[in-house]
């Protein structure tokens, strides 16, 4: 059913915005979710859809592989990620800043959370795919809750 309803939920979108959840489902082959992360990345390759992260994404994905001092997957993850087509990854600007605190105010979201949710907003994304039910309190943009779409 999963894929039923991810598949739903990419098809009511051109350009989404990706939690790091999504990446790290795919990259380290989470179990529950890997399938529905992996029909995300497909849908990206296929070229009429594009997806945003902001650039705390890659912060957030590099931090184990630093810890265990793996370089050889820090630069896999960077070289991957880096490269992935219709990807963008988006820096944290002023304008962002400002709707990011902005959010965090309104809706209580961590920083981290706020970031990305400005990020999508401001980048014009109409989802959000995330698994952070904190995410759900932002009315600007449909949010898409992993959890929800299994």
Not at 36 to 65: D, K, N, Y
Not at 133 to 141: C, E, K, S, Y
């Amino acid at each position: 059913m999963g894929l039923t309803l991810i598949r739903a939920f990419l098809k009511r979108h051109r350009r989404i915005a990706l939690d790091t959840r999504i990446f790290i489902y795919h990259l380290e082959e989470n179990p529950a979710y890997a399938d529905m992360a992996g029909e995300v990345f497909a849908w990206l390759e296929r070229g009429s859809h594009s997806a945003v992260t902001s650039s705390i994404t890659m912060t957030e994905l590099l931090v184990q592989p630093y810890r265990a001092a793996n370089e050889p997957l820090v630069n896999q993850y960077y070289g991957l990620l880096s490269s992935f087509p219709n990807l963008e990854w988006v820096p944290p600007d002023l304008e962002i800043a400002d709707a990011a605190a902005r959010l965090r105010a309104r809706h209580r979201l961590r920083t981290p959370d706020a970031l990305q949710a400005a990020t999508a907003i401001c980048r014009s994304a109409s989802g959000l795919l995330c698994n952070d039910q904190g995410f759900a309190r932002v009315p600007d943009i449909e949010i898409g809750l992993l959890d929800q779409l299994r």
